[in-house]
């Protein structure tokens, strides 16, 4: 099926070549895959050319990005299965999985170096997986390089180590060791490869500031720009909450997601006779299984309801009157933004990057393990809903459209790559450009 790049308003004078080097999305759903849709289809129509650089072998794209004329695609070689010998367990998956990766990325250098030569690029745009091998050494020296991490292993140890007492509940002690050394690994990588990028785009500011704290990230170098979502997979209603009401935990049962939290606050608000239930929905990770913690919620008034496709989040999250993100910390949490799509007012931590410029009527905002504070929030926002449903859920649901639309996003992107990329500039002026298109896009989100 040929899927076209809809014209966009406020097309910029010039377009950018650019070389897309991460993952390729599988289908249209949300997630990791369902923000990189997003975002190649939202520069497209903006009128840049990308080139797609995928070490996976050619599979089936969403048929929104699928046969966009400025948009080609470079496939890899890996052809690593799922139910193999090598990817069997979780554990053993995501190590194969990542070797596999590598070793492709490896194969299109060479790729990647012809194209440049025959048609140079402007930017070379690593996207989510910054340990990405694809970019030859001597290209980097000449292009641009933006990184645009989802997450940072340095955050994953951090916590791993915090919890190692509740991580063992779920996980061998060979696993927490080997996860241990990988995130170690893994974060010494990260450090080099975000130093080396001319410009970071940061999902949030906090996720910047650990970004800073832990790999010598500079403002200078930096963007804040949100995540994404598409809009219209989510349809708010104008109900008034449930009796009970619903409040959702929605995300992994791992590491960092405060989920003992969770038990507490359940317990608390059934000895309080408050009328919620509390529905934790979300499978394991690959590090850390933390489902044995949620035996200990009160059946009374919450539940473990397992992992569901993401295909299956719109309609958890339509069912639902309250999301609760209650993680020690998040560099996002897409979770909050598609509450928000949905009409779902949000309860997080401070620490959570989703609702930094959230109006507080719709997301409020407690310290990381505060439970009375939780309890109270969610008293006060169910209060809200049933005076007046309807403006609750239209105001989530307009923060939403403000912040996370994938058009307000991707011109964001691209008003910081045409920054980087003015004519006459070097590499080595970077620094101040990306702190000039960062302070531009702070303003366009106040």
């Known amino acids: 099926?040929?899927?076209?790049?809809?014209?966009?308003?406020?097309?910029?004078?010039?377009?950018?070549?650019?070389?897309?080097?991460?993952?390729?999305?599988a289908e249209e759903m949300g997630g990791v895959p369902g923000i990189a849709t997003d975002l190649l289809h939202g520069l497209a129509a903006l009128g840049h050319r990308i080139d797609c650089f995928f070490p996976a072998a050619r599979h089936e794209l969403p048929a929104r990005i699928d046969g966009i004329a400025n948009v080609t695609y470079v496939w890899g070689t890996s052809r690593w299965e799922w139910n193999r010998w090598y990817s069997r367990s979780r554990l053993t998956a995501f190590i194969s999985s990542q070797l596999a990766r590598a070793v492709s990325s490896l194969r299109q250098r060479r790729v990647l170096m012809r194209r440049h030569e025959a048609d140079p690029y402007?930017?070379?745009?690593?996207?989510?997986?910054?340990?990405?091998?694809a970019i030859p050494p001597r290209l980097r020296r000449t292009?641009?390089?933006?990184a645009h991490p989802g997450q940072s292993s340095a955050d994953a140890l951090r916590f791993l180590l915090r919890e190692r007492r509740l991580h063992l509940q779920g996980r061998p002690a060979y696993a927490y060791a080997l996860a241990a050394a990988m995130l170690w690994t893994r974060a010494r990588v990260q450090r080099r490869q975000i130093r080396r990028a001319a410009?970071?785009?940061?999902?949030?500011q906090i996720f910047r500031e650990h970004l800073a704290r832990d790999y010598g990230l500079?403002?200078?170098?930096?963007?804040v720009v949100p995540n994404p979502v598409r809009l219209d997979r989510f349809h708010p209603s104008v109900r008034p909450p449930g009796q009970p009401a619903e409040v959702i935990v929605l995300g992994r049962i791992a590491t960092g997601k405060g989920l003992e939290s969770v038990v507490a606050l359940a317990k608390l608000l059934h000895g309080r006779g408050v009328p919620v239930r509390i529905r934790v929905v979300g499978g394991t990770s690959v590090w850390s299984n933390y489902t044995r913690l949620l035996e200990e919620l009160p059946p009374e008034n919450a539940e473990y309801a397992g992992p569901v496709e993401s295909g299956q989040v719109p309609a958890e999250l339509e069912r639902s009157d309250i999301l609760l993100q209650a993680s020690k910390y998040e560099a996002f949490a897409l979770t909050v933004a598609e509450a928000l799509a949905s009409g779902v007012p949000v309860v997080a931590t401070t620490e959570v990057g989703?609702?930094?410029?959230?109006?507080?009527?719709?997301?409020?905002?407690v310290a990381p393990g505060d439970v009375e504070a939780m309890a109270a929030a969610i008293e006060d926002t169910l209060e809200r809903l049933r005076r007046d449903p309807a403006a609750v859920r239209s105001r989530a649901r307009a923060e939403a459209e403000r912040l996370f639309a994938p058009e307000i996003v991707c011109a964001g992107v691209s008003r910081a790559l045409l920054e980087l990329t003015r004519p006459h500039a070097s590499v080595s002026e970077a620094p101040a450009m990306g702190l000039r298109a960062r302070d531009e896009l702070s303003g366009s989100a106040s």
């Open 1 to 25: 099926m040929t899927a076209s790049a809809e014209p966009a308003a406020g097309r910029p004078e010039r377009s950018l070549h650019i070389a897309w080097i991460g993952f390729a999305p």
């Open 354 to 365: 989703a609702i930094e410029n959230v109006d507080r009527s719709v997301a409020a905002a």
């Open 143 to 146: 292009v641009p390089l933006i």
């Open 218 to 223: 500079t403002d200078e170098r930096s963007v």
């Open 122 to 133: 402007d930017v070379l745009y690593q996207f989510s997986n910054v340990e990405n091998l």
């Open 199 to 204: 410009l970071t785009f940061c999902i949030s």
